[in-house]
Nanobody, 125 residues
Framework: QVQLVESGGGLVQSGDSLRLSCVVF????????MGWFRQAPGKEREFVSV????????YYVDSVKGRFTISRENAKNTVYLQMNSLKSEDTAVYYC??????????????????WGQGTQVTVSS
């Protein structure tokens, strides 16, 4: 059974940094895409970033470009989201997700078959 386990969230101040981690259990990631989404209270789940496991190419929503970096560590079956220069509007529950269909990448939630439980990121201004 595939399980995604996130960690690294917390309460920080505006301008601070956090690194989120997501470990995939039950499956060795090879050709899939791994994404990060977030959901703020009262809002829809929003695409943040995705990485193609095959070549490491990364894509971001415009609001985080230049501040967030997605990366992968093949040996640990882990994807990271380094978040710098955090803003209050980044406050949300962050989810990692696995899109098992080769190709893409895709920036819509319905494309992802497996999801983590979420980790809270709170940025105080």
């Amino acid at each position: 059974q595939v399980q995604l386990v996130e960690s690294g969230g917390g309460l920080v101040q505006s301008g601070d940094s956090l690194r989120l981690s997501c470990v995939v259990f039950g499956r060795t990631i090879t050709t899939e895409n791994m994404g990060w989404f977030r959901q703020a209270p009262g809002k829809e789940r929003e695409f943040v970033s995705v990485i193609r496991w095959t070549n490491g190419r990364a894509y971001y929503v415009d609001s985080v470009k230049g501040r967030f970096t997605i990366s992968r560590e093949n040996a640990k079956n882990t994807v990271y989201l380094q978040m710098n220069s955090l803003k209050s509007e980044d406050t949300a529950v962050y989810y990692c997700a696995l899109d098992q269909t080769p190709g893409g990448p895709r920036d819509y939630a319905d494309a992802y078959e497996y999801w983590g439980q979420g980790t809270q990121v709170t940025v105080s201004s």
